[in-house]
């Protein structure tokens, strides 16, 4: 039996443990409340088949990391919302809006898919060597604003990167490999950094971590 894991959290609340609490709202991948760990990965519980992930037929759903838990699979989100806050990771517009062509959409086209999911978040390494450090999550909203030629901060989201941290990133990919979206977070990440130190924004000595050197 193909079963979603978001099923068998139901069938568990519906028929052994009314008590169970997880999140979950449209089962269509769409709203990123339903994050969990099935035996060990991070995935959305509506787009994951527990059986492709089952190791000696058994399941175990848990918990994702980074936050801390409220209750069973409910994680407290608070941390990565202010951050997001913090980053005004929201569209402000310019004053007039110019056509956006199919070709200029592509270059943030992947971002505009974020759903907020926070399994990035929740994977990353980089809060270890930096509690401040602003997160994946952040710089795919910033990625995708900084591109937008109708946004009207412009290169001020790179001094907002700055200003969370972007440097604290450690480029282990994580971010990349789990995003139920296959966004490419860590090369975003990459970019804003790139030219953010080209326009003299970023200096190569924030970098830290793992003494990770891009040698721009
Ligand atoms: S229930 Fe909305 S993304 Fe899974």
Known sequence: MKKLALGVLEQIKN???PSLSYRAQCRASICGTCGVKVNGKPVLACKTKVLD???NNQVVIEPLDNMPV????VVDQDEYLNKLKKAKTWF??????DKVYPEELSNFEKETDCILCGICYSVCPAFQNDKNFGGP??????FRFWKDKNDALGDLRIEIAKDNNITSCIHCKYCTFFCPKEIPVEADILQIEFFGKQKGIIQSQDNFGFGFDFGF
């Open 92 to 97: 402000e517009p310019k004053e007039y809006l």
């Open 53 to 55: 992930l089952a190791q």
């Open 137 to 142: 999550i952040n710089f795919v909203k910033i």
């Open 70 to 73: 409220i209750k069973d699979l």
């Open 15 to 17: 028929y052994t443990d």
